[in-house]
T-cell receptor, first 110, second 116 residues
């Protein structure tokens, strides 16, 4: 079992819809959770981070964390074609390294 | 601040040659990380530094890989006797360990290595 699991996709949604991306992790000691967006051929770009249970909103993005279920998600409202990318979930158990999932590819169709 | 920079952006080398990559972190960041990423996979942790101290190195990393951060600023990653399996994107990231939102890592553009 991988430490951080994501559905590889591809996930396809129509423009204007809500895209829901999910991530589960195995280490209950995990404390910090991050979502990165990665366009093809580019490096990851941090879009959200969350440390506490519950929801955190930033513009069209909402991160949700449930430590009891070891589950973190990212919702993208009013999806745009420019949101088409691979979304990486990263989990940090201590102050050191982050462990990444393999990403979910999102396609937003006009 | 111009963000994390990496040099070179692309490197093609023959099997058996040594290569060295450089990373310049965001200036106020005290932590620097190296990752490797292959197609369809997420970034794989290699090593990280806090200031000039190397605090953790992946057990998956062979002895052919070495990294330094001599003055706590830029870092170099060297791969000796390259193999075709070393072909990947090598990513550098940096972070700060204090402040309102610590530990978020910001990535550089990466160095794409091709071993022929």
């Amino acid at each position: 079992q991988k430490e951080v699991e994501q559905n590889s996709g591809p996930l396809s949604v129509p423009e204007g819809a809500i895209a829901s991306l999910n991530c589960t992790y195995s280490d209950r000691g995990s404390q910090s959770f991050f979502w990165y967006r990665q366009y093809s051929g580019k490096s990851p770009e941090l879009i959200m981070f969350i440390y506490s249970n519950g929801d955190k909103e930033d513009g069209r993005f909402t991160a949700q964390l449930n430590k009891a279920s070891q589950y973190v998600s990212l919702l993208i409202r009013d999806s745009q074609p420019s949101d088409s990318a691979t979304y990486l979930c990263a989990v940090k158990t201590n102050a050191g390294k982050s462990t990444f999932g393999d990403g979910t590819t999102l396609t937003v169709k006009p | 601040d111009t963000g994390v920079s990496q040099d070179p952006r692309h490197k093609i080398t023959k099997r058996g040659q040594n290569v060295t990559f450089r990373c310049d972190p965001i200036s106020e960041h005290n932590r620097l990380y190296w990752y490797r990423q292959t197609l369809g996979q997420g970034p794989e942790f290699l090593t990280y530094f806090q200031n000039e101290a190397q605090l953790e190195k992946s057990r998956l990393l062979s002895d052919r890989f070495s990294a330094e951060r001599p003055k706590g600023s830029f870092s170099t990653l060297e791969i000796q006797r390259t193999e075709q399996g070393d072909s990947a994107m090598y990513l550098c990231a940096s972070s700060w360990t204090s402040g309102a939102s610590p530990y978020e890592q910001y990535f550089g553009p990466g160095t794409r290595l091709t071993v022929t």
